[in-house]
């Protein structure tokens, strides 16, 4: 069993971890493989192991805020209320970091009095495949990490406010429970890929074909044993704003490269294409493994701390602790 201070320690470093995966690949949006591992090449060796990159941003972008956003939703409610993180959303969205025009539509439709459910057709007319439900989605991972079945139910609950799609809702669900899963691990061991790869599928059986394609190549990727380059990870699994495209990808490599955090955060921004999202997911998975004292405390260090910065994402990861500690832990445990 999990002791109380390893938990907490292991959702402050989920919502850290996809704090800094956000603000680090940020720098590196939109790059080509062969050049964002050109960027990454040189960050390889022992000796800079913790080196911070020129290109780390420092400041997070719409993945973190939309993350701190469903968080603080949890903690106010007790669970996923898609009315409260509709809310949630049209008070504290901070538009300028980086929004899709999609989101920013449903953000300012929100603040303009429609619905929750009004909302998630009015971009995309047969829902929104893009990954934005699967880079918030860690709190629901973390707060549900003892019920994977209850993790799938919430996971597209939350993403229903925003994408109705099943391609859209069923990476959240991936990564939310790889997020859960990885709370689960002992943060001082390697994955256990095999077991992961057969959890993640005794839940994402019930999507869509695309999801059990890419744990068939993931499963392929692991038997082959060597890490296979950054092109050939694009080619098999994607690094793009679909869903199916890249929570597959950050399930990859979080599983491959966990417990170490700079190695994944690295091996993720060497994808290119969306690396702040990619490394996001990435960030929260590992650091739901390793928990904030396996996170690089000179990148922690360094992220922005203003009124929503590190100290709030910190204390937010407590409040989530103790809202799923009052509600599922009995007393006499």
């Known amino acids: ?13 989920a919502l850290l971890g996809c704090f ?37 941003s420092r400041n997070y972008t719409d993945d973190t805020d939309m993350t701190l956003a469903l968080a603080e939703s949890i903690v106010q409610t007790g669970g996923v209320d898609p009315e409260d993180i509709a809310k949630q959303f049209s008070l504290h969205c901070d538009l300028t970091r980086g929004y899709a025009i999609g989101t920013i539509k449903a953000v300012l439709a929100l603040r303009a009095g429609l619905k929750w459910h009004q909302v998630a057709r009015m971009v995309f007319e047969n829902g929104s495949f893009g990954n934005g439900a699967a880079m918030r989605v860690s709190p629901v991972g973390l707060f549900y990490h003892h019920d994977l079945d209850k ?14 799609h099943p391609l ?23 994955f256990k890929k095999g077991q992961m790869v057969t959890n993640l ?26 890490k296979p380059e950054a092109r050939e990870v694009v080619q098999s699994l994607g690094n793009g704003v679909e869903a199916h495209f890249s929570a597959p ?15 994944a955060i690295r091996a993720a921004v060497s994808l290119g294409g969306d690396t702040d999202t990619i490394a996001g ?9 390793v928990g904030e004292k396996g996170l690089p405390i000179e990148w922690v260090e360094q992220l922005e701390d203003g009124p929503r910065g590190r100290s709030f994402a910190r204390s937010m990861a407590d409040r989530l602790y103790q809202t799923w500690w009052k509600t599922y832990q009995s007393p006499s445990e």
Request: with cysteine; charged share 20%; aromatic share 10%.
């Open 1 to 13: 069993m999990i002791s109380q201070d390893l938990l907490r320690d292991k959702f402050r470093g």
């Open 20 to 56: 800094l995966g956000d603000a680090f690949g940020a720098g590196f949006e939109g790059m080509h493989p062969d050049r964002a591992t050109f960027h990454m090449s040189g960050l390889d060796s022992p000796s800079v192991h913790h080196f911070v990159p020129k290109k780390f």
């Open 201 to 226: 599928r005794e839940i994402l059986w019930r999507g869509p074909i695309e999801y059990m394609r890419a744990l068939n190549k993931i499963e392929e990727m692991f038997v082959r044993g060597k």
């Open 249 to 263: 990808s950050a399930s990859y490599i979080a599983i491959t490269y966990s417990p170490d955090f700079c190695d």
């Open 281 to 289: 997911m990435v960030g929260a998975i590992v650091g739901a493994h």
């Open 151 to 164: 993790i799938q139910e919430e996971a597209i609950k939350q993403a229903s406010i925003t994408h109705v």
């Open 168 to 190: 859209g809702q069923w990476g959240a669900v991936m990564q939310a429970c790889s997020v859960g899963l990885a709370v689960n691990q002992n943060p001082k061991e390697t």
